[in-house]
Protein backbone atom coordinates (compact mmCIF):
# COMPACT_ATOMS: atom_id res chain seq x y z
CA UNK A 1 0.00 0.00 0.00
CA UNK A 2 1.23 3.39 -0.93
CA UNK A 3 -0.14 6.68 0.76
CA UNK A 4 -1.70 7.49 -2.43
CA UNK A 5 -3.97 4.38 -1.75
CA UNK A 6 -5.52 6.47 1.07
CA UNK A 7 -7.11 8.83 -0.65
CA UNK A 8 -5.33 12.06 0.55
CA UNK A 9 -5.36 15.44 -1.04
CA UNK A 10 -2.29 16.43 -3.54
CA UNK A 11 -0.48 19.21 -0.86
CA UNK A 12 -0.14 16.33 1.23
CA UNK A 13 0.93 13.74 -1.40
CA UNK A 14 3.24 16.35 -2.40
CA UNK A 15 4.65 16.89 0.86
CA UNK A 16 5.06 13.62 1.69
CA UNK A 17 7.22 12.65 -1.12
CA UNK A 18 9.68 15.60 -0.72
CA UNK A 19 10.16 13.93 3.10
CA UNK A 20 10.27 10.65 0.95
CA UNK A 21 7.55 8.51 2.70
CA UNK A 22 6.02 6.41 0.15
CA UNK A 23 4.55 3.53 2.35
CA UNK A 24 2.68 4.35 5.19
CA UNK A 25 2.93 2.21 8.39
CA UNK A 26 0.43 0.04 10.18
CA UNK A 27 -1.03 2.21 12.47
CA UNK A 28 -1.32 4.95 9.31
CA UNK A 29 -2.73 2.62 7.49
CA UNK A 30 -5.36 1.74 9.77
CA UNK A 31 -5.86 4.96 11.54
CA UNK A 32 -5.85 7.51 8.43
CA UNK A 33 -9.17 5.62 6.57
CA UNK A 34 -10.95 6.11 10.24
CA UNK A 35 -9.90 9.92 10.89
CA UNK A 36 -11.11 11.17 7.54
CA UNK A 37 -14.51 9.38 8.28
CA UNK A 38 -14.58 11.58 10.97
CA UNK A 39 -15.01 8.78 13.69
CA UNK A 40 -13.27 8.80 17.16
CA UNK A 41 -10.30 6.97 17.32
CA UNK A 42 -8.55 4.83 20.47
CA UNK A 43 -5.00 4.10 19.13
CA UNK A 44 -2.65 2.11 21.37
CA UNK A 45 0.84 2.35 19.96
CA UNK A 46 4.05 3.26 21.37
CA UNK A 47 6.51 5.87 19.88
CA UNK A 48 8.45 4.75 16.91
CA UNK A 49 5.04 2.88 15.29
CA UNK A 50 4.14 6.23 12.98
CA UNK A 51 1.63 7.41 14.95
CA UNK A 52 2.61 10.93 15.09
CA UNK A 53 1.59 11.09 10.81
CA UNK A 54 -1.05 8.65 11.74
CA UNK A 55 -3.00 11.85 13.03
CA UNK A 56 -1.38 14.37 11.44
CA UNK A 57 -2.00 13.80 8.17
CA UNK A 58 -5.72 13.14 8.43
CA UNK A 59 -6.17 15.98 10.63
CA UNK A 60 -4.14 18.18 8.36
CA UNK A 61 -6.79 16.80 5.63
CA UNK A 62 -10.04 17.50 7.52
CA UNK A 63 -8.67 21.03 8.62
CA UNK A 64 -7.76 22.00 4.98
CA UNK A 65 -11.45 21.18 3.33
CA UNK A 66 -12.94 22.53 5.91
CA UNK A 67 -11.36 25.76 5.02
CA UNK A 68 -12.35 25.37 1.49
CA UNK A 69 -15.61 25.36 3.13
CA UNK A 70 -15.74 27.51 5.50
CA UNK A 71 -15.05 31.48 5.33
CA UNK A 72 -11.33 31.98 7.20
CA UNK A 73 -11.32 32.02 10.52
CA UNK A 74 -8.28 32.71 12.99
CA UNK A 75 -9.51 30.61 15.12
CA UNK A 76 -7.97 27.13 16.81
CA UNK A 77 -9.35 24.12 15.05
CA UNK A 78 -7.35 21.39 16.60
CA UNK A 79 -5.68 21.01 19.97
CA UNK A 80 -2.94 18.40 20.70
CA UNK A 81 -2.36 17.84 23.78
CA UNK A 82 1.05 15.89 25.09
CA UNK A 83 3.01 15.50 28.11
CA UNK A 84 7.07 17.18 27.09
CA UNK A 85 8.44 20.03 26.06
CA UNK A 86 9.98 17.53 23.81
CA UNK A 87 7.50 15.38 22.34
CA UNK A 88 5.37 19.02 21.71
CA UNK A 89 8.04 20.13 19.52
CA UNK A 90 8.30 17.46 17.30
CA UNK A 91 4.48 17.14 16.69
CA UNK A 92 4.12 20.76 15.74
CA UNK A 93 7.47 19.98 12.88
CA UNK A 94 5.51 17.32 11.91
CA UNK A 95 2.54 19.56 11.08
CA UNK A 96 5.21 21.63 9.54
CA UNK A 97 6.46 19.08 7.27
CA UNK A 98 3.23 17.35 6.55
CA UNK A 99 1.25 20.55 5.92
CA UNK A 100 3.62 22.65 4.12
CA UNK A 101 1.37 23.03 1.44
CA UNK A 102 -1.98 23.29 2.66
CA UNK A 103 -1.67 26.71 4.10
CA UNK A 104 -2.77 25.86 7.44
CA UNK A 105 -0.90 28.10 10.86
CA UNK A 106 0.18 25.75 13.73
CA UNK A 107 2.40 26.53 16.37
CA UNK A 108 3.66 24.87 19.93
CA UNK A 109 3.46 26.01 23.47
CA UNK A 110 5.02 24.75 26.37
CA UNK A 111 6.11 25.49 30.22
CA UNK A 112 9.80 26.50 31.43
CA UNK A 113 10.24 29.64 28.88
CA UNK A 114 8.71 33.12 28.48
CA UNK A 115 5.15 33.22 27.30
CA UNK A 116 5.69 36.22 25.03
CA UNK A 117 6.78 34.74 21.98
CA UNK A 118 3.95 32.36 22.01
CA UNK A 119 1.32 34.40 22.62
CA UNK A 120 2.31 37.02 19.82
CA UNK A 121 2.09 33.76 17.84
CA UNK A 122 -1.73 33.33 19.05
CA UNK A 123 -2.60 36.61 18.18
CA UNK A 124 -2.00 36.29 14.84
CA UNK A 125 -4.28 33.40 14.73
CA UNK A 126 -3.52 29.20 14.57
CA UNK A 127 -5.37 26.47 13.34
CA UNK A 128 -3.49 23.52 14.66
CA UNK A 129 -1.85 24.05 18.69
CA UNK A 130 0.23 21.59 20.02
CA UNK A 131 0.38 21.77 23.83
CA UNK A 132 1.94 20.71 26.97
CA UNK A 133 -0.73 20.96 29.71
CA UNK A 134 0.46 23.33 32.27
CA UNK A 135 1.30 25.90 29.71
CA UNK A 136 -1.86 25.76 27.69
CA UNK A 137 -4.01 26.37 31.46
CA UNK A 138 -2.15 29.02 32.05
CA UNK A 139 -2.85 30.94 29.08
CA UNK A 140 -6.40 29.84 28.88
CA UNK A 141 -6.93 31.28 32.40
CA UNK A 142 -5.55 34.83 30.78
CA UNK A 143 -7.74 34.73 27.91
CA UNK A 144 -4.93 34.00 25.51
CA UNK A 145 -6.43 31.04 24.37
CA UNK A 146 -9.85 29.99 23.48
CA UNK A 147 -11.13 26.26 22.84
CA UNK A 148 -14.79 27.15 21.79
CA UNK A 149 -13.83 26.51 17.91
CA UNK A 150 -11.85 23.26 18.38
CA UNK A 151 -12.75 20.52 15.52
CA UNK A 152 -10.41 18.03 16.61
CA UNK A 153 -8.93 17.12 19.88
CA UNK A 154 -6.16 15.05 20.17
CA UNK A 155 -4.20 13.01 23.56
CA UNK A 156 -0.89 11.84 22.70
CA UNK A 157 1.05 9.76 25.33
CA UNK A 158 -1.99 9.62 27.46
CA UNK A 159 -0.52 7.18 30.09
CA UNK A 160 3.03 9.56 30.32
CA UNK A 161 0.27 12.38 31.24
CA UNK A 162 -0.79 9.97 34.08
CA UNK A 163 2.54 9.42 35.07
CA UNK A 164 3.67 12.88 35.22
CA UNK A 165 0.08 13.91 37.21
CA UNK A 166 -1.55 15.55 34.29
CA UNK A 167 -4.66 13.87 34.48
CA UNK A 168 -7.10 16.70 36.33
CA UNK A 169 -4.93 19.79 33.98
CA UNK A 170 -6.84 17.56 30.85
CA UNK A 171 -9.80 17.23 32.37
CA UNK A 172 -9.72 20.68 32.78
CA UNK A 173 -8.45 21.55 28.66
CA UNK A 174 -11.22 18.52 27.87
CA UNK A 175 -14.32 20.67 29.98
CA UNK A 176 -13.31 23.78 27.63
CA UNK A 177 -13.97 22.16 24.22
CA UNK A 178 -16.93 21.52 22.85
CA UNK A 179 -18.91 18.36 23.56
CA UNK A 180 -19.65 17.92 19.30
CA UNK A 181 -15.99 17.00 18.08
CA UNK A 182 -13.87 14.41 17.03
CA UNK A 183 -11.40 13.10 19.46
CA UNK A 184 -8.11 11.04 18.51
CA UNK A 185 -6.56 9.22 21.96
CA UNK A 186 -3.08 7.78 22.00
CA UNK A 187 -1.66 5.83 24.52
CA UNK A 188 1.41 3.27 24.64
CA UNK A 189 -0.45 1.18 27.52
CA UNK A 190 -4.45 0.94 28.53
CA UNK A 191 -3.72 0.74 32.22
CA UNK A 192 -7.59 1.09 34.08
CA UNK A 193 -7.21 5.10 34.70
CA UNK A 194 -6.50 5.59 30.88
CA UNK A 195 -9.12 3.13 29.83
CA UNK A 196 -11.61 5.36 32.49
CA UNK A 197 -10.53 8.47 31.06
CA UNK A 198 -10.53 7.27 27.42
CA UNK A 199 -14.42 5.80 27.66
CA UNK A 200 -15.33 9.11 28.85
CA UNK A 201 -14.25 11.46 26.49
CA UNK A 202 -15.13 9.01 23.10
CA UNK A 203 -17.78 8.70 20.88
CA UNK A 204 -18.25 4.99 19.79
CA UNK A 205 -14.49 5.12 18.91
CA UNK A 206 -12.56 3.05 16.69
CA UNK A 207 -9.70 1.03 18.52
CA UNK A 208 -6.42 0.64 16.50
CA UNK A 209 -3.72 -1.41 18.27
CA UNK A 210 -0.21 -1.97 17.16
CA UNK A 211 3.38 -3.26 18.56
CA UNK A 212 2.14 -4.14 21.97
CA UNK A 213 4.49 -2.29 24.73
CA UNK A 214 5.45 -5.68 25.55
CA UNK A 215 7.51 -6.11 22.34
CA UNK A 216 10.78 -5.29 21.36
CA UNK A 217 11.63 -4.57 17.78
CA UNK A 218 13.77 -7.92 15.62
CA UNK A 219 15.94 -5.23 14.65
CA UNK A 220 17.46 -4.68 17.86
CA UNK A 221 20.37 -7.08 19.85
CA UNK A 222 20.15 -7.24 23.76
CA UNK A 223 22.70 -8.27 25.59
CA UNK A 224 22.86 -8.17 29.28
CA UNK A 225 26.36 -7.71 31.43
CA UNK A 226 25.89 -8.87 35.07
CA UNK A 227 28.30 -6.66 36.91
CA UNK A 228 28.81 -5.24 40.50
CA UNK A 229 27.51 -1.71 40.94
CA UNK A 230 30.74 0.42 41.61
CA UNK A 231 32.28 -1.45 38.04
CA UNK A 232 29.79 -0.13 36.08
CA UNK A 233 31.45 3.31 35.15
CA UNK A 234 34.60 1.31 34.43
CA UNK A 235 32.76 -1.07 32.51
CA UNK A 236 31.16 1.77 30.22
CA UNK A 237 34.78 3.07 29.67
CA UNK A 238 35.56 -0.64 28.56
CA UNK A 239 32.80 -1.00 26.22
CA UNK A 240 33.24 2.98 24.79
CA UNK A 241 37.30 1.97 24.08
CA UNK A 242 35.43 0.66 20.76
CA UNK A 243 35.71 3.44 18.39
CA UNK A 244 32.71 1.90 16.51
CA UNK A 245 30.30 3.46 18.63
CA UNK A 246 30.25 6.30 17.75
CA UNK A 247 26.58 7.57 19.11
CA UNK A 248 25.53 6.28 22.18
CA UNK A 249 22.67 7.35 24.08
CA UNK A 250 22.52 6.08 27.71
CA UNK A 251 19.66 5.80 30.20
CA UNK A 252 20.25 6.42 34.15
CA UNK A 253 17.52 6.40 36.34
CA UNK A 254 18.39 10.17 38.35
CA UNK A 255 19.61 13.50 36.98
CA UNK A 256 22.29 13.47 39.63
CA UNK A 257 23.48 9.98 38.28
CA UNK A 258 23.14 11.08 34.70
CA UNK A 259 25.33 14.47 35.47
CA UNK A 260 27.52 11.57 37.54
CA UNK A 261 28.35 9.73 34.71
CA UNK A 262 29.04 12.43 32.42
CA UNK A 263 31.95 13.60 34.73
CA UNK A 264 32.96 10.48 34.55
CA UNK A 265 33.15 9.80 30.63
CA UNK A 266 34.78 13.63 30.84
CA UNK A 267 37.53 12.22 33.04
CA UNK A 268 38.21 9.81 30.03
CA UNK A 269 38.09 12.80 27.30
CA UNK A 270 35.21 11.26 25.96
CA UNK A 271 31.99 13.73 25.16
CA UNK A 272 29.15 13.48 26.88
CA UNK A 273 26.60 15.52 27.68
CA UNK A 274 23.41 14.87 30.20
CA UNK A 275 19.60 15.74 29.52
CA UNK A 276 17.50 15.59 31.75
CA UNK A 277 14.60 17.51 34.04
CA UNK A 278 16.94 20.08 35.75
CA UNK A 279 18.59 21.17 32.48
CA UNK A 280 17.29 24.37 30.83
CA UNK A 281 15.22 24.41 27.77
CA UNK A 282 18.35 25.80 26.04
CA UNK A 283 20.51 23.32 27.99
CA UNK A 284 18.44 20.44 26.37
CA UNK A 285 18.62 21.54 22.84
CA UNK A 286 22.09 22.71 22.60
CA UNK A 287 22.90 19.05 24.09
CA UNK A 288 20.84 17.25 21.98
CA UNK A 289 21.78 18.77 18.35
CA UNK A 290 25.50 18.34 19.73
CA UNK A 291 24.31 14.61 19.85
CA UNK A 292 22.60 14.47 16.65
CA UNK A 293 25.46 16.35 14.61
CA UNK A 294 28.02 13.87 16.63
CA UNK A 295 29.71 16.71 18.37
CA UNK A 296 28.85 14.98 21.22
CA UNK A 297 29.69 11.46 21.21
CA UNK A 298 27.61 10.24 24.51
CA UNK A 299 23.98 11.47 25.73
CA UNK A 300 22.52 10.33 29.11
CA UNK A 301 19.69 10.43 29.67
CA UNK A 302 16.93 10.05 32.65
CA UNK A 303 13.72 8.33 31.59
CA UNK A 304 11.78 11.29 31.26
CA UNK A 305 13.37 11.33 27.75
CA UNK A 306 12.54 7.78 26.88
CA UNK A 307 9.59 8.02 25.08
CA UNK A 308 10.82 11.42 23.26
CA UNK A 309 13.91 11.24 21.82
CA UNK A 310 14.12 10.26 18.12
CA UNK A 311 17.61 10.34 16.20
CA UNK A 312 17.84 9.32 13.04
CA UNK A 313 20.15 5.68 12.63
CA UNK A 314 21.00 5.80 16.69
CA UNK A 315 22.58 2.20 16.82
CA UNK A 316 23.53 1.86 20.37
CA UNK A 317 21.93 2.29 23.74
CA UNK A 318 23.44 1.64 26.91
CA UNK A 319 21.18 0.74 30.07
CA UNK A 320 23.58 2.06 32.98
CA UNK A 321 20.72 1.30 34.92
CA UNK A 322 18.02 -0.93 35.13
CA UNK A 323 14.48 0.37 35.10
CA UNK A 324 12.46 -0.19 38.43
CA UNK A 325 9.56 -0.17 35.80
CA UNK A 326 9.40 -3.26 33.43
CA UNK A 327 7.63 -1.18 30.41
CA UNK A 328 10.29 1.71 30.50
CA UNK A 329 13.11 -1.07 29.36
CA UNK A 330 11.17 -1.17 25.73
CA UNK A 331 10.59 2.52 25.48
CA UNK A 332 14.23 2.88 26.10
CA UNK A 333 15.55 0.50 23.93
CA UNK A 334 13.01 1.46 21.49
CA UNK A 335 15.28 4.60 20.48
CA UNK A 336 16.95 2.48 18.70
CA UNK A 337 16.43 -0.09 15.90
CA UNK A 338 13.84 2.28 14.47
CA UNK A 339 12.59 1.87 11.39
CA UNK A 340 13.68 -0.89 9.74
CA UNK A 341 17.26 -0.16 11.01
CA UNK A 342 19.36 -2.43 13.00
CA UNK A 343 20.43 -1.53 16.85
CA UNK A 344 22.22 -3.08 19.95
CA UNK A 345 20.72 -2.62 23.17
CA UNK A 346 23.44 -3.33 26.19
CA UNK A 347 21.90 -3.19 29.75
CA UNK A 348 24.15 -3.31 32.99
CA UNK A 349 22.41 -5.09 35.91
CA UNK A 350 23.88 -5.48 39.48
CA UNK A 351 22.92 -7.34 42.08
CA UNK A 352 19.93 -4.73 43.53
CA UNK A 353 18.72 -4.75 40.27
CA UNK A 354 18.12 -8.74 39.59
CA UNK A 355 14.82 -8.42 40.18
CA UNK A 356 14.18 -5.91 37.78
CA UNK A 357 15.65 -7.77 35.09
CA UNK A 358 13.11 -10.87 35.79
CA UNK A 359 10.22 -8.09 35.42
CA UNK A 360 11.75 -7.67 32.06
CA UNK A 361 12.34 -10.68 31.16
CA UNK A 362 8.63 -11.66 32.29
CA UNK A 363 6.87 -8.95 30.14
CA UNK A 364 8.98 -9.05 26.89
CA UNK A 365 8.70 -13.18 27.27
CA UNK A 366 12.15 -14.08 26.36
CA UNK A 367 15.88 -14.03 28.42
CA UNK A 368 17.86 -11.32 27.51
CA UNK A 369 21.42 -13.11 26.17
CA UNK A 370 23.83 -12.76 28.59
CA UNK A 371 27.28 -11.52 27.48
CA UNK A 372 30.20 -13.28 30.35
CA UNK A 373 32.83 -11.88 27.83
CA UNK A 374 34.04 -8.92 30.01
CA UNK A 375 36.58 -7.49 32.41
CA UNK A 376 33.90 -6.94 35.42
CA UNK A 377 31.41 -9.92 35.68
CA UNK A 378 29.42 -10.01 38.60
CA UNK A 379 30.73 -12.72 41.15
CA UNK A 380 29.33 -15.91 41.67
CA UNK A 381 28.42 -14.97 45.27
CA UNK A 382 26.15 -11.72 44.19
CA UNK A 383 24.20 -13.72 41.67
CA UNK A 384 23.90 -16.33 43.71
CA UNK A 385 21.73 -14.60 46.37
CA UNK A 386 20.83 -11.24 44.69
CA UNK A 387 19.23 -8.41 47.32
CA UNK A 388 17.02 -7.72 44.46
CA UNK A 389 14.22 -5.51 45.50
CA UNK A 390 10.37 -5.47 44.78
CA UNK A 391 9.96 -2.84 41.63
CA UNK A 392 9.10 0.20 42.59
CA UNK A 393 5.16 1.38 41.19
CA UNK A 394 4.65 -1.37 39.43
CA UNK A 395 0.67 -1.73 39.34
CA UNK A 396 -0.43 -2.05 35.26
CA UNK A 397 -3.18 -0.75 36.97
CA UNK A 398 -2.12 2.54 38.18
CA UNK A 399 0.28 5.36 38.01
CA UNK A 400 3.52 4.13 37.73
CA UNK A 401 6.37 5.13 39.39
CA UNK A 402 7.48 9.05 40.14
CA UNK A 403 4.08 11.05 39.37
CA UNK A 404 6.02 12.70 38.07
CA UNK A 405 8.41 11.59 35.86
CA UNK A 406 9.74 8.25 37.49
CA UNK A 407 13.07 10.13 38.17
CA UNK A 408 13.22 8.13 41.95
CA UNK A 409 15.25 5.41 42.73
CA UNK A 410 13.85 2.65 43.86
CA UNK A 411 14.66 1.29 47.27
CA UNK A 412 18.04 -0.04 47.69
CA UNK A 413 20.31 3.04 45.57
CA UNK A 414 20.34 5.35 48.04
CA UNK A 415 18.93 8.64 48.47
CA UNK A 416 16.59 9.76 45.44
CA UNK A 417 17.54 12.71 43.79
CA UNK A 418 15.31 15.00 46.22
CA UNK A 419 15.59 18.52 43.85
CA UNK A 420 12.72 19.03 42.04
CA UNK A 421 11.96 20.78 38.78
CA UNK A 422 10.68 24.16 38.10
CA UNK A 423 8.34 22.98 35.38
CA UNK A 424 5.99 19.33 35.49
CA UNK A 425 6.60 19.47 31.65
CA UNK A 426 9.58 18.26 31.39
CA UNK A 427 11.08 17.05 28.05
CA UNK A 428 13.87 17.07 26.04
CA UNK A 429 14.50 19.35 23.02
CA UNK A 430 14.10 17.57 19.22
CA UNK A 431 14.70 18.02 16.00
CA UNK A 432 13.13 17.69 12.48
CA UNK A 433 11.35 14.20 12.02
CA UNK A 434 12.96 12.35 9.48
CA UNK A 435 10.19 9.33 9.02
CA UNK A 436 6.55 9.49 8.96
CA UNK A 437 6.23 9.29 12.62
Known sequence: MSFENLKLIEPILKALKTEGYTTPTPIQQQAIPIILQHRDLLGCAQTGTGKTAAFAIPTLQLLHQYRQQHKEQKSIKALILTPTRELAIQIDQSFAAYGRHTGLKHTVIFGGVSQNPQVDILRRGVDILTATPGRLIDLMSQGFIKLDQIKILILDEADRMLDMGFVNDVKKVIAKVPAKRQTLFFSATMPKEIQTLADSILTNPEKVEVTPVSSTADTITQELYYVEKNDKRSLLAHILKNKDLKSVLVFTRTKHGADKVVKD??????????????????????????FKDKTTRVLIATDIAARGIDIDELAYVINYEIPNIPETYVHRIGRTGRAGANGMALSFCDREEIGYIKDIHKLIGKQIPVNEEHPYPMSAASLASPLAPPPQGGNKGGSRGNPRGGEKRGRGFGKADKKKTKNREDGNMGGKPRRAK
Open 265 to 290: LHKLNITAEAIHGNKSQNARQRALNN
